[in-house]
Every structure is written in structure tokens, then in C-alpha cells.
């Protein structure tokens, strides 16, 4: 098994001048990433709490991830968009010495020693540093929202984090040298599929930042300019991007391999990026950030297709196993699995335990296994009642996608005194003819529905939209879309 670190300290010799990084105009070559990274570890050599990594898409937060690990303290991302009381939850529950601010912007918070960029490039001495961290030591801590709203930091192992390096490594049938796109903030772990798999392979990592996000014709230029290979991100995402009308092989020949992780890759998108990708590789996979990003994959392909919807998420990589419990909750065991909830005993017990002497994960995910592929059928806290009948969001979403009328569908449930009394649905639209109004869609779309789904699961109400708002982290935002409908 590759090491990560020592493959990357290869890269640096092997391929100095190979650019490592790139934002805009701003990049890092191997040679200088390396080197960067050796200073942060000079920096942290005697520190024994994780860096705090704070910013966007600089290229100095992946040297601070290199360096942390490679002094053996490991990491804990934060992004510019998190709000200030997030941030000092974090601090507070790390307790770091160190935080390195790869922003222009000044920092006022207590507790840790503020390292800059501009601190890095004035460390003395440039002798190389060797990977100090061992299999056990926690290479990163991912925080994510807790439903009791206090985040969890999920901390995952350099073993574990190797281990999936290496997985996606075989996946990838590129090989050497490509041009990788990153989507995902580093505050989300999906930033994990393309960070450590790039740089692992002497790729250049190219950073797509929230404004390319909002402005999708910057993403446009960027995509223009720079020949991406291998694409990382939500299928959420790529739906906004198969909006550009030139998102086809004729025009991006370079755009060879698909990764999507996160959320539920569509089956439409999947089919519709098929057609204009025919020759490209696209991987569906699935993993909650307790598993390290991901445990499943499957090569999505025409006959694929047509034979399953939902389409299924894989098999699981090797090491990895899963099981379901009675309820048809599943369970990952495994090297994989996190090392629970940072500082947090009580919530890591309910979903960590130790089972047939393996570390299991309670995903609270419902599944199943057919035809020797694994299906998600939607999370167990989406199941709702509606006048006594139990269903699935996910399901009626899913059917929703298949009138010819919608092409993105969200369904929210609507409470009063916390009981579940009608359903609405946020729709946005395929093209329809002009003499249409809303009114008779919402008939069309209802009438389509009523030979899928029982009656008692058709939304009350329609709402259209030009698109759905999406999350930071690039997933769409069922929060504000529900609170929208409250307005």
C-alpha cells in the first residue's frame, strides 16, 4: 500500500515543476508545496493537538495539510463561510496551539498562535522532512452538524485515510499526471476524493471556489482554460453544470472520469451525462464522512441504466464490509470507520461500536442488497407519517423526477404543532410549451404522479423555481428551501 506522504515527497523530486495546486492565478509546484510543508512542519514539531486550518481555496491549505501530518498532529479544515460561533465551538472542543490563516483577512480569536503564509516562506532551514505520523494518529478531524446543533468532529486515522487513497487510486484509470477539479470546500470531506488521490498520482488539483459556484460562466472560463480529466463532485453540482450548454465531449475532450459522492446521483443526470460523455468513466459511490468519505462504487454504464432506478451505489471496497439490521439500517465495518466523535463519548457510543472484532459505523441509512449491488433507500430521519401512512421523501423525489415535466424536484414536509400535515414539493422544470401556466403543469405533473405513487404521497402543493439553492458544500439546501416555503 502506497504511503501518501512519502508518494507526495517522490512527487516533489520526481516532478518538481509540476504545478501541485491551482486557484485562479495562484498555484503551488511539488517542489514548492513540498518545501512549504516541511516549514509549517518545522513549525508544529512539538505540538501534540491538531492544526487549525483556516480559509477557502488557498493552495496553502493543502500545505497545511501535508505539514500537519507530517509532523504527526494532523488537521481540522475550516472554512471562510463558517459562522463565527461555529468556529469558536470548534477551537473550544480542539483546544489547538496552532492555526494557520491562509486568508488576507486579520484573525481575532483567542487561543491559538496565528501562523500566515507569509510566516511559512521565512522558516529557517530547508532540510527535508520525513513523515513523523503514525497509522493510529488522526490525520484529520471533519466537523459536521449534530441535530442537536452542536457539530460532532468526525476523526479519521492516517490508516484510514491511506486506505481510501489507495482504493480510489485503482478506480481511477487515468493514471499519472492528470488534471483533477475539486468542488467541495475542504470543510467537507468529499474534498478528501480528489485532494489525496490527485496529489497521490502527480496530478495538478484545480480548486473551484464558492464564486465559480454562483457565477457558473466563471466556471465555464475556468473549465475553458484549464483541460480538466477528472471531475470530483456532489451530483447536485453537476446538475447545475449540465445547464451549460457546452458541458458536452465534442467541446471538453480532455473531461475523461467522473467521481460523485455525497449525495444521490439521479438517475436522469446519470443518463443525461452518459449521453453527452459516452466514451467518459463515471463512478457513483457512497460513504458517510465516518467511513472516510466513501466505502462503495460502481461504474455507472448504459446497461446500468436501463436496468435499475434508483441506480445503486456499488460494492464495497476491499477490507470494507456491510451488513444491515433488522430495522434495514446499515452498518460499515472496517479499517474505515472513524474513530468516533472527537471528545464526545456519549454521541460516538450510539453509532460506534466493536462488532466481530471490527469497528462498525450505525450510518443510519436504509438499504438493501441486490443483484449483488447495494441500494441507499433514503435515510431513516426522512421516513415521515401523513395521516397515518409512513413513506420515504426520497421515494416520492425520486418518482417526481420521472414526469416528463420535472427535472429537479425537492419534497418538504409541513408541520404544525409537530405533526406532519401536508406535503409540498419545490419543482424546477424541463422546458414546457409556452401556453402552459403553472396551474395546468401542477395538473399534468399530479396526474403523472397518480400512476406511480399512491394518492396519499402526492404533494398538496407545487412551487417552481429557476434552481435549487444549493449548500456550501455544493448539496442542496433542504433547510432554506423549507424555510422559503414558510415565508
Known amino acids: 500500500m502506497k504511503d501518501i506522504i512519502q508518494t507526495i515527497i517522490e512527487n516533489g523530486k520526481n516532478f518538481p515543476d509540476q504545478v501541485a495546486v491551482k486557484h485562479n492565478d495562484e498555484s503551488l509546484t511539488y517542489e514548492a508545496l513540498n518545501q512549504y510543508a516541511d516549514h509549517l512542519a518545522v513549525i508544529l514539531k512539538d505540538t501534540k493537538s491538531p492544526l487549525i486550518l483556516y480559509g477557502h481555496m488557498s493552495p496553502y491549505m493543502i500545505v497545511g495539510m501535508i505539514g500537519s501530518i507530517k509532523a504527526g498532529c494532523g488537521y481540522v479544515p475550516i472554512d471562510t463561510s463558517t459562522p463565527q460561533e461555529r468556529v469558536v ?259 460516538s457510543e450510539k453509532v460506534f461500536k466493536m462488532q466481530d472484532g471490527q469497528k462498525a459505523y450505525y450510518t443510519g441509512d436504509k438499504a438493501q442488497l441486490k443483484d449483488n449491488q447495494w441500494f441507499i433507500n433514503g435515510r431513516i430521519d426522512y421516513q415521515i407519517k401523513l395521516n397515518g401512512y409512513r413513506m420515504e421523501l426520497e421515494e416520492i423525489e425520486c418518482q417526481l423526477r420521472e414526469v416528463d415535466y420535472v427535472r429537479e424536484a425537492i419534497v418538504v414536509p409541513m408541520y404544525r404543532d409537530g405533526k406532519v400535515i401536508n406535503l409540498n414539493a419545490v419543482v424546477v422544470l424541463n422546458h414546457v410549451e409556452d401556453h402552459m401556466d403553472n396551474q395546468t403543469i401542477t395538473h399534468q405533473i399530479k396526474k403523472e404522479l397518480k400512476r406511480l405513487i399512491p394518492e396519499y404521497m402526492i404533494p398538496k402543493k407545487i412551487t417552481y423555481t429557476d434552481k435549487l439553492p444549493l449548500t456550501m458544500n455544493g448539496k442542496l439546501d433542504r433547510k432554506k428551501i423549507a424555510e422559503d416555503l414558510l415565508k
Open 89 to 347: 465551538s470548534i477551537i473550544n472542543k480542539i483546544a489547538p496551539q496552532y492555526l494557520l490563516n491562509t486568508t488576507d483577512a486579520q484573525l481575532h480569536i483567542e487561543g491559538p498562535s496565528i501562523i500566515t503564509t507569509t510566516a511559512l516562506l521565512n522558516v529557517d532551514g530547508d532540510s527535508p522532512i520525513e513523515n513523523s505520523i503514525n497509522d493510529s494518529a488522526i490525520a484529520y478531524t471533519i466537523f459536521t452538524s449534530g441535530s442537536t446543533g452542536e457539530p460532532k468532529g468526525v476523526q479519521i486515522s492516517y490508516e484510514s485515510l491511506n486506505l481510501f487513497t489507495n482504493w480510489m487510486i485503482q478506480l481511477n484509470q487515468l493514471g499519472l499526471n492528470q488534471q483533477w477539479l475539486n468542488q467541495a470546500p475542504f470543510s467537507f470531506d468529499l474534498s478528501v476524493m480528489s485532494i489525496y488521490p490527485c496529489l497521490a498520482t502527480a496530478g495538478t488539483l484545480n480548486l473551484v471556489d464558492k464564486t465559480m459556484i454562483n457565477k457558473p460562466k466563471l466556471l465555464n472560463q475556468m473549465l475553458e482554460e484549464t483541460q480538466i480529466n477528472v471531475w470530483v463532485s456532489t451530483p447536485s453540482f453537476m446538475e447545475m453544470c449540465l445547464m451549460l450548454p457546452h458541458l458536452t465531449e465534442a467541446h471538453y475532450s480532455s473531461l475523461k472520469e467522473f467521481f460523485f459522492c455525497g449525495e444521490m446521483l439521479a438517475h436522469r443526470t446519470a443518463q443525461l451525462l452518459q449521453q453527452r460523455f459516452p466514451s467518459a468513466f463515471i463512478y457513483n459511490t457512497y460513504g458517510p464522512t465516518e467511513a472516510t468519505v466513501a466505502v462503495t462504487s460502481v461504474l455507472i454504464t448504459e446497461d446500468i441504466i436501463k436496468k435499475y432506478n434508483p441506480l445503486p451505489v456499488g460494492i464495497p471496497q476491499s477490507g470494507t464490509s456491510l451488513t444491515l439490521t433488522e430495522e434495514g439500517e446499515l452498518v460499515i465495518l472496517g479499517k474505515c470507520v472513524s474513530e468516533g466523535y472527537v471528545k464526545d463519548k456519549t454521541r
